[in-house]
């Protein structure tokens, strides 16, 4: 992961920055979100006011939210001065889908994907330690086929897909406390072009199925010296 010595600049004074900035150089479509704010001890609760709130400051505010997505840097801008404390969200499905998996699994792949040489888009990070790996829009569609034909069940194995109806919550957005999303390979001219699906399936599968294999062969070992 990068460096997050940044990160509560990032969140206090360039939300709408960073907003403006994904839709004018990446052209995304953006929008904004529920966000953090003190509860009534101090302690940060999400703006929608759900007690148990699933997602604190990291979901829509409301039910047309796919259609109020704007790929505008005026428009935009416009959004956060209405309400500069807004997440900031990434519909998934339209310039981009996400291969979503663990952190531990995600650094794994990079590695391994870095030593194969394959040209790799953007990677974020989430504070849940979660590693989403963008690719082609309409692609992830693909990854059950894909992970079949590699020898690999999609239900034995923690990666999940971020298409059409789903959103991605990006940099410098603060969704929990004491955690900030951060990009562990940042949106750049060099990943511009993002890769197809099939092309990072391999890497990920593979540190997908070892990390299952580490994690059963470590439980059985629990379980035969007779600890829960």
């Known amino acids: 992961m990068e460096d997050s010595s940044a990160v509560p600049q990032q969140f206090t004074g360039r939300l709408a920055d960073a907003a403006a900035g994904y839709a004018e150089e990446r052209h995304w479509d953006v929008l904004p979100g529920a966000w953090l704010e003190a509860g009534p001890h101090g302690a ?24 109020r997505a704007s790929g505008a840097a005026p428009a935009v801008r416009r959004m956060w001065q209405k309400q500069p404390r807004a997440s900031i969200l990434l519909p998934a499905g339209r310039s981009f889908d996400a291969l979503d998996v663990s952190e531990e699994a995600g650094c794994l792949a990079l590695a391994r994907m870095e030593r194969m040489s394959l040209a790799i888009g953007p990677v974020l990070g989430t504070p849940r330690r979660r590693l989403l790996f963008f690719v082609l829009p309409g692609t992830g569609a693909k990854v059950p086929d894909l ?13 999940a897909v971020l298409g059409e109806g789903d959103w991605v919550v990006a940099p410098p957005t603060r969704t929990v406390p ?51």
């Not at 505010?61 to 259609?67: H, Q």
């Open 178 to 228: 004491a955690g900030c999303v951060q990009w562990a390979r940042r949106p750049t001219l060099a990943n511009r072009w993002l890769p197809d699906a099939a092309e990072l399936i391999g890497a990920l599968a593979y540190a997908c199925a070892r990390e299952a294999i580490e994690a059963r062969e470590a439980a059985e070992a629990r379980a035969a010296a007779g600890v829960r």
């Open 147 to 159: 992970l079949r034909r590699h020898g690999w069940a999609p239900q034995s194995l923690d990666l």
């Open 44 to 67: 940060p609760r999400c703006s929608c006011g759900f007690a148990f709130c699933p997602a604190p400051g990291a979901h829509p505010t409301r039910p047309d939210w796919a259609a």
